[in-house]
């Protein structure tokens, strides 16, 4: 039902949006014209917004109000403000709502223990190499750190990066089932994961303006261990090494 709504909005849009580019060339809208290629961006434009707006990604929102201004400045009056101070505006909205509103993780119930560390400013490359249970919390703000998983039945992890650096070393951890998840909510920050090459990884990740990498790729051929990764990636990036 919701494939369905969806499409038919983006049917009805997409048939308006072709009305409005012949009126437009037409001269029925007056001094406004739109061309082909700022009616495609719009688009776009609009599609990474409704998107963003169903999962609360705040610089998904903000930055494509900020090119929207910038293609429409002329129409809506703003070409003072354009281009760099709609865009400036929409990073620190960004970075200010995203460290307001930042989402709180649910984590089911558990015997064991789990573990969190928060680092704190002007602090870097503190090391954690304690025993853990089958899941772990690792908040990094500001800071960098060096976590290495040291469970036997690991089935969870949650990794929360802000402006910080996080490196995660698996290679003494053994997933319970077939996979583990982590949820990742990072901005403004980069993560290295260091994951034994036998291990499946499979990215499901929310990805705006940022990157994922592989390093030593293993070829598998199904029947393994493997990892979800989850979650929100904003201007950050996730290294993955096979060791």
């Known amino acids: ?65 900020a090119f929207l201004c910038i293609l429409y400045d002329e ?16 990073l620190l909205g960004s970075i200010g709502l995203s460290l307001i509103f930042r989402p709180k993780k649910r984590h089911r119930a558990s015997s064991h223990t789990s573990f969190s560390y928060r680092s704190v400013s002007g602090e870097s490359d503190r090391i954690i190499d304690d025993a853990d249970g089958d899941s772990f919390i690792c908040k990094c703000h500001f800071g960098s750190c060096i976590k290495y998983v040291n469970s036997s039945s690991f089935t969870d992890g949650v990794i929360d990066c802000s402006f910080g650096g996080i490196k995660l070393y698996f290679d003494s ?20 994961l260091y994951v034994p090459k036998e291990w499946t990884v499979t990215d499901q990740m929310h990805v705006f303006l940022g990157g994922i990498e592989e390093k030593n790729p ?26």
């Open 173 to 192: 951890t053994v997933i319970a089932g077939e996979y583990a998840e982590l949820d990742i909510d990072c901005s403004f920050g980069g993560i290295e």
């Open 1 to 65: 039902m919701k494939r369905k709504n969806h499409n038919l909005f983006w049917g009805f849009a997409l048939i308006i949006f072709a009305v409005i580019l012949i009126l437009s060339q037409m001269g029925f809208l007056g001094s406004f014209k739109i061309g082909v290629w700022t009616l495609l961006a719009t688009v776009f434009l609009l599609a990474v917004l409704l998107k963003s707006l169903f999962c609360l990604n705040f610089s998904g929102i903000l930055f494509p109000i």
């Open 75 to 90: 129409p809506l009056g703003i070409t003072a403000i354009t281009p760099w101070t709609v865009l400036i505006a929409a």
């Open 218 to 243: 293993q070829t598998h051929c199904g029947g393994g261990k493997g990892v979800i990764l989850k979650g929100n990636l904003k201007f950050s990036g996730i290294n993955i090494t096979y060791i």
